[in-house]
């Protein structure tokens, strides 16, 4: 068995979760979101594309329905007993046998939480699922139930947190060694990815993202790849990510000149990440850690180059993101705690003039503000 948390710390999360389930007075929650089912009881598969949901009792029980190749997946990465199968076929409906687990578990006539907001129950598997509840038991919205109890990591959770942050650092500076008039982006994340597999390290929730010369302005990964020119800019996202845990990183790489609007754009960049850092406190709302970004970047001038979030949570996350629940942005009412790990991101993007800057690291909320995951520095990186 793999699993990388002790089975103390698993019925632990799973105890917390069902307190909440009785609080809220939910018989169960069905659970489609894999960070869930991860962070639950260990299992770790990509086989949520296809229907699969895992069972929480009230009282503690776990049953997982999902296919047969993920059978021995689960006996393998989790702590799981109880795995139904439901059976590859023409007109094959698992929501049917869903629900008599249900049945099994005492659900007929009871609440139940569902975790709506899952890349998991697409809208087919829910029409599918709603048939089947249809008069046998109500439920509700269950989504935020088991992201509220994994924003705050654990001791063990931080020491991958860590682990993570120091590959996202060797990343950095694989790239700065590539990075150089004529380059090639893919040799760019070669290396980046070469220094996080061979340390360890795990496939990133989303794709890194990269791009040279107008393309440094996206923020979004798509395919083709180019050379750098003796004059160009680089803009690259990346995460180092450990037992699926992400320290998000983000530059602009400048090579050759830099001009006067980058250097602008880096020195409000640096200054609106450290009003972030400041205002990132125990007790405080998120939506002030946003606040601060946008009263620098618009006292600057860059009002118009901004967007309307800086950063987000980050975890143990599965494809299509790295992105956590909750987002900064302003007026978001979530009150940091000690634990919360945090991705600031400054990103400036001028569409007129073609420039970019970009600058982002993670940080950990602690008793008294939060704490740089990141060795690395903020000076522009110029080549």
Request: charged share 20%; proline share 3%; hydrophobic share 40%.
């Amino acid at each position: 068995m793999a699993l990388h948390f002790s089975k103390q710390e698993l019925q632990q999360r799973r105890d917390q979760t069902c307190t909440q389930l009785e609080q809220k007075g939910y018989h169960a929650l069905l659970i489609f979101r894999q960070e869930s089912s991860f962070y639950l009881t260990g299992y770790d598969t990509f086989g949520y594309c296809f229907f699969q949901c895992l069972y929480l009792g009230v009282d503690g029980r776990v049953t997982l329905l999902t296919r047969a190749p993920d059978l021995r997946q689960a006996q393998h990465t989790s702590d799981i007993e109880d795995i139904r199968i439901w059976t590859d076929q023409a007109d094959a409906n698992p929501a049917v046998q869903l629900k008599t687990i249900l049945e099994e578990h005492g659900c007929r006539g009871k609440k139940i939480g569902i975790e709506f907001d899952a890349y998991g129950l697409t809208a087919f598997n829910w029409l599918q699922l709603e048939r089947s509840l249809h008069g046998f038991c109500s439920y509700e919205d269950g989504s935020r139930i088991v992201s509220e109890l994994r924003v705050i990591k654990s001791p063990a959770e931080i020491e991958f947190v860590r682990k993570a942050a120091e590959l996202a650092d060797n990343a950095l500076d694989a790239a700065c060694e590539v990075i150089a008039p004529g380059a090639w982006e893919g040799d760019v994340l070669a290396a980046m990815h070469n220094v996080i597999f061979r340390g360890g390290g795990d496939y990133p929730g989303n794709e890194f993202i990269i791009g040279a010369g107008e393309d440094a302005l996206l923020c979004r990964y798509f395919t083709g790849r180019k050379h750098l020119k003796d004059n160009d800019q680089i803009t690259i996202e990346w995460a180092g990510a450990y037992r699926h845990y992400h320290v998000a990183m983000m530059r602009t790489a400048i090579v050759g000149h830099a001009s006067e609007e980058h250097r602008h754009m880096h020195k409000v960049a640096v200054e609106a990440l450290c009003a972030c850092e400041e205002a990132l406190k125990p007790g405080q709302p998120l939506g002030e850690v946003f606040d601060a970004h946008a009263r620098v970047a618009d006292a600057n001038g860059l009002r118009d180059h901004r967007l309307n979030a800086c950063g987000y949570s980050l975890g143990t996350t599965y494809t299509p993101t790295w992105m956590d629940w909750p987002m900064l942005y302003t007026g978001n009412p979530v009150i940091a705690q000690p634990n919360m790990v945090i991705f600031l991101h400054m990103i400036f993007v001028n569409s007129d003039s073609g420039n970019a800057m970009t600058l982002g690291h993670t940080v950990m909320v602690n008793k008294t503000g939060c704490e740089r995951l990141s060795r690395s520095g903020l000076e522009m990186v110029a080549v």
